[in-house]
């Protein structure tokens, strides 16, 4: 069982930045993929990023934050990160980190979410 909690939303200007965190419980971190998904209002949740478990070599993207955000890991934090750059007000959203086993493609283990507001 993991257990997420996320950290570091909040109201940004459009062009500006934020940092979010993705703390998680337990002592198997590394070896878990992780993701950040985000639910912007009355829209369905949809994928952001990911990155591959252990040393995070590889990363993924969705189209429209490609560029502007990147996602890491700090596996001795035991936390996953989003930096995201260059907000714009469609940015708007509750944004969820989750994880998954190795070998497995759904996501398994959520956050609360945590909300960014890119005033227009």
């Known amino acids: 069982q993991v257990q997420l909690v996320e950290s570091g939303g909040g109201l940004v200007q459009a062009g500006g930045s934020l940092r979010l965190s993705c703390v998680a419980s337990?002592?198997?971190?590394?070896?878990?993929?992780m993701g950040w998904f985000r639910q912007a209002p009355g829209k369905e949740r949809e994928f952001a990023a990911a990155i591959s478990p252990w040393n995070g070599g590889d990363t993924s993207y969705a189209d429209s934050v490609k560029g502007r955000f990147t996602i890491s890991r700090d596996n001795a934090r035991n936390t996953a990160y989003l930096q995201m750059t260059s907000l714009k007000p469609e940015d708007t959203a509750v944004y969820y980190c989750?994880?998954?086993?190795?070998?497995?493609?759904?996501?398994?283990?959520w956050g609360q979410g945590t909300q960014v507001t890119v005033p227009s």
């Open positions: 337990g002592r198997t971190f590394s070896t878990y993929g």
């Open positions: 989750a994880a998954r086993k190795i070998g497995f493609t759904e996501f398994e283990y």
